[in-house]
């Protein structure tokens, strides 16, 4: 039996919340990824960082990233891709509504299983990218786009990595001093 | 009341409630943007704040090309210089052609008082990177509206025409590509003077001539240009050449296949041409409008 089963919320409210500067920075790393010269079936495949850091922060710091923020990131990516002002801001919401309401549940689990759960998140998103597009009349880009969400998931680990550990490190230095 | 939380534990609106105005606000931006394009000053506004972003994603793809640039070797270099020698000369002789042509085409023009045939001002831009939409083909181009590029001018490069500027931010612009879903050019066929309309199938950078009768007189390798009807597209810019003319008599139209003639997705430098457009020729029903109503007032004499 694993510490997480048996305190799953406990252990949520031990943890230190996230500095602000944290949270920008992930963002800023977010979009700058997203914005490298993806082409053709790469930019099919590009896995949604924006949106995994949303997501990430919306399970880890549900009272400082909300729909709001979701909503906004959605038009900034939206404007960043050059694409019809509104949808991302829609998927985004969409997602992050979902991990607002699953966070406990994704939080109670090991990082496999919750890379599973972004992974659903992350299909629920690029299908409502997806379907407002093919319902505006383009045509469908590729089978390569199946591959962005299950990126996106994979990418979990290494952000989950990344920020996870060294904020750890630090609660528990403070716990011993 | 007892029910009611006290004050410090209110967390505003259900999350359902907040889903909702999020999502309906997203819809009403879509279509906002999508049927009335209002909303072209946020993506201005935004773009600003994305600007800095996408200049450092696009930084290492830069260095290396710089570097790149750098340590080209001497070889390379030399054997573009001859074969840009060779192609100066070889057009050299039709540019000494053109400017007779030009002077001539002045002189009758004087006589006949009409207007140039177009203005060939342009902004040279360099590509910076490809759109990152995957539902459309676009580039973006390092020149924006403080180089006076605007929305809806056409850009060319050395061949032929490129493509449509869509969308201007301050430092950058988009540009729809010929070969778009819906993009249409309205075009004409060099050799015998047909007039078409090219568009965008948006499927492996080839364009469709929807609507010709199967009785229209066009063949494989038929060059169309620009016929400059719309006013966007100036006259005479090569446009597409044909690669496939299916008649099939089972169906009222030809299917007719082409492929742009500019190198649509490989080049690193276009032109914008900032010309201001020329007016397109008043509309026959607007004519109309105005006899009609110089008919209903017959005590007004309509001057002219």
Redesign the interface.
């Known amino acids: 039996m694993r510490a997480a089963d048996l305190t799953p919320v406990a252990r949520d409210a031990m943890k230190r919340p996230a500095g602000g500067k944290l949270v920008l920075a992930s963002f800023?790393v977010a979009?700058?990824?997203?914005?490298?010269?993806?082409?053709d079936g790469m930019?099919?495949a590009?896995p949604d960082f924006v949106l995994l850091v949303l997501l990430f922060w919306v399970i880890n710091e549900p009272r400082m990233i909300?729909?709001?923020l979701?909503?906004t990131l959605?038009?900034?990516v939206d404007?960043?891709?050059?694409?019809?002002?509104?949808?991302h801001?829609?998927a985004y919401?969409?997602a992050a509504?979902f991990a607002?309401?699953l966070r406990v549940r994704i939080l109670s689990f090991a990082l496999p299983e919750q890379a599973l759960h972004i992974l659903g998140l992350a299909v629920l998103a690029s299908l409502v990218t997806l379907l407002?597009?093919l319902l505006?009349?383009?045509?469908f880009?590729?089978w390569a786009?199946l591959a962005s969400p299950l990126l996106t998931a994979l990418a979990w680990f290494p952000l989950a990595w990344l920020i996870y550990h060294p904020r750890l490190r630090d609660a528990r230095r403070l716990g011993a001093s | 009341m007892i029910g009611d939380p006290p004050p410090f534990f209110n967390r505003g609106p259900s999350p359902l409630a907040r889903l909702t105005f999020f999502a309906l606000a997203a819809i009403a931006v879509m279509i906002a943007d999508h049927r009335f394009r209002a909303l072209d000053a946020v993506r201005l506004t935004l773009s600003v704040i994305v600007h800095p972003l996408q200049q450092v994603a696009t930084m290492p793809g830069a260095v290396i090309q710089r570097v790149g640039d750098f340590f080209s070797s001497q070889e390379g270099l030399l054997k573009e210089n001859r074969e840009l020698k060779a192609q100066l000369l070889a057009n050299s002789s039709s540019a000494q052609q053109a400017k007779l042509l030009a002077t001539e085409q002045a002189y009758l023009l004087s006589m006949a008082e009409a207007r140039k045939r177009f203005d060939d001002t342009g902004v040279m831009a360099e590509v910076l990177y490809a759109g990152r939409n995957p539902f459309s083909r676009k580039l973006v181009i390092d020149k924006g509206l403080t180089q006076g590029v605007k929305s809806g001018q056409p850009v060319v490069d050395s061949v032929g025409v490129v493509g449509q500027v869509t969308n201007v931010a301050p430092f950058t612009s988009e540009v729809t590509l010929l070969t778009e879903k819906d993009q249409s050019v309205p075009v004409m066929l060099v050799r015998n003077g047909l007039r078409a309309i090219a568009v965008g199938s948006g499927k492996d950078g080839t364009i469709d001539v929807p609507f010709m009768p199967v009785s229209a007189d066009i063949q494989a390798g038929d060059l169309f240009v620009s016929s400059g009807i719309d006013g966007t597209y100036p006259p005479g810019l090569v446009v597409a050449q044909v690669t496939a003319v299916d008649k099939n008599a089972g169906f009222v139209f030809a299917k007719i296949t082409a492929k742009p003639a500019a190198g649509v997705d490989n080049h690193r430098f276009v032109m914008v041409l900032t010309a201001p457009p020329r007016e397109a020729a008043a509309r026959p029903e607007a004519r109309g409008d105005e006899r009609r109503a110089a008919k209903e007032r017959p005590g007004q004499k309509v001057k002219r």
């Open positions: 800023l979009f700058v990824m997203q914005s490298l010269p993806w082409q930019l099919l590009r909300g729909l709001g979701a909503f959605g038009l900034l404007v960043n891709d050059s694409m019809l002002l509104g949808q801001a829609l919401v969409v509504f607002q309401s407002l597009n505006l009349g383009q045509d880009p590729g786009i």
